[in-house]
């Protein structure tokens, strides 16, 4: 519990520090790549405008605008960090009065409530994975979606050497110089390495009820898509 709880500070701490520079390094360090990213997992979702959608871990709202501009309507943001949902409400006045500062541990929302839940990049931050999975599933209705968008590492050697070269070494770097916090992208490096290592999502969404689960590698494997149905 101390250790969960721990993780919970340090995450909420570490995106509320980098939230002004969030959006502007996301694109930078990725090389604009993380637009497709983004509208592959929406299409792969079947996203459309009879969805009602959850973006857990929504940080500044990408994912969330992403949707709107395909014709989802009723959309709802969950996010730890209260500076980063504040910056989506300011991208999108929409979002105000449907964005909640909370964990996906304990969502806050009634039984069967939504068609869909997106989340992109957020998953390796829960502090307990099973448990947030077993709150999506509480959540969704029947016959519902979960889209989780998340970082991989390349299974080709080649690729994945200057990945991890540019990864462990240059991202940081130029995290640090931009948004002078230098701890923030080394834990984002870290956390993929472990997230790789010990993160089975397909079996953790399994234990949790989902069926139907469709893994899809995007980018030379830099990136999975995994999808899971209630």
């Known amino acids: 519990m101390k250790k969960a709880l721990n993780k919970k500070n340090k995450v909420k701490e570490l995106f509320d520090s980098i939230s002004y520079r969030y959006d502007f390094l996301n694109h930078l360090l990725s090389f604009g790549v993380d637009f ?15 969805s009602i959608l959850l973006d857990v871990a929504c940080g500044t709202g990408d994912f969330s605008i992403v949707a709107k501009e395909i014709g989802v309507n009723k959309i709802f943001g969950l996010d730890l960090s209260f500076k980063m949902l504040k910056i989506f409400s300011k991208k999108a006045l929409w979002s105000i009065g449907n964005i909640v500062q909370s964990t996906a541990e304990d969502l806050p929302f009634k039984d069967n409530s939504f068609t869909n839940i997106i989340v992109a990049f957020g998953v390796r931050n829960f502090y307990d994975i099973q448990k947030s999975f077993q709150s999506f599933y509480r959540v969704l209705k029947s016959n519902g979606k979960v889209t989780i968008l998340e970082f991989g590492l390349p299974e080709k050697k080649v690729f994945r050497e200057v990945y991890l070269f540019y990864f462990n070494k240059l991202l940081p770097f130029i995290g640090k110089l931009i948004s002078k916090n230098y701890e923030a992208y080394k834990y984002l490096p870290e956390s993929v390495n472990e997230f790789d290592k010990n993160i089975n999502l397909p079996s953790l969404l399994t234990n949790s009820g989902f069926r139907k689960i469709e893994k899809h590698l995007l980018t030379f494997g830099l990136v999975q898509v995994v999808i899971a149905v209630k």
Do not use: V
């Open 36 to 50: 497709y990213w983004r509208k592959k997992a929406i299409e792969l979702s079947k996203l459309n405008s009879n």
